[in-house]
Nanobody
Framework: QVQLVESGGGLVQPGGSLRLSCAAS????????IGWFRQAPGKEREGVSC????????YFADSVKGRFTVSRDNAKNTVYLQMNSLKPEDTAVYYC???????????????WGQGTQVTVSS
C-alpha cells in the first residue's frame, strides 16, 4: 500500500522548534520530490517548502524562510521539515506530498500524507 505518513507535530511555545517527518511506505522516495504544505482553519492551503529527489534543490515560502529547513534521508525513505523560531501563525495542519520535482503546486502532487497538527501557543 502506497502511503506517506507525517509525524512530529504537537504543541510548542512561541520561539520553540519541532521536526516533522514524512515517511514513505509502499514506494521509494528516491525518485520523488517532496513538498510540505500547511492549512490553518479558514485559510487556503499554503505550500511552505519542497526538496528535490536528490536534495540539491529546495524552496521555502517567504513566511518561513530563515526559520525552516528541509532535508531528506533516502536510505530511511524519509523527508524532514525542521521548524525553528515558531510563531503562532505557523499553527496549522502540515502535510507532505510527493511529486516528480521540488514543487509546492498541489496539482502536481501524486501522493499525500494524512497531515499532522502543529500548534504554536503559550
Amino acid at each position: 500500500q502506497v502511503q506517506l505518513v507525517e509525524s512530529g507535530g504537537g504543541l510548542v511555545q512561541p520561539g520553540g522548534s519541532l521536526r516533522l517527518s514524512c515517511a514513505a511506505s509502499g514506494f521509494t522516495l528516491d525518485y520523488y520530490g517532496i513538498g510540505w504544505f500547511r492549512q490553518a482553519p479558514g485559510k487556503e492551503r499554503e505550500g511552505v517548502s519542497c526538496i528535490s529527489s536528490s536534495g540539491d534543490t529546495t524552496y521555502f515560502a517567504d513566511s518561513v524562510k530563515g526559520r525552516f529547513t528541509v532535508s531528506r534521508d533516502n536510505a530511511k525513505n524519509t523527508v524532514y521539515l525542521q521548524m525553528n523560531s515558531l510563531k503562532p501563525e505557523d499553527t496549522a495542519v502540515y502535510y507532505c506530498a510527493a511529486s516528480r520535482f521540488c514543487s509546492v503546486n498541489p496539482n502536481l502532487s501524486r501522493y499525500w500524507g494524512q497531515g499532522t497538527q502543529v500548534t504554536v501557543s503559550s
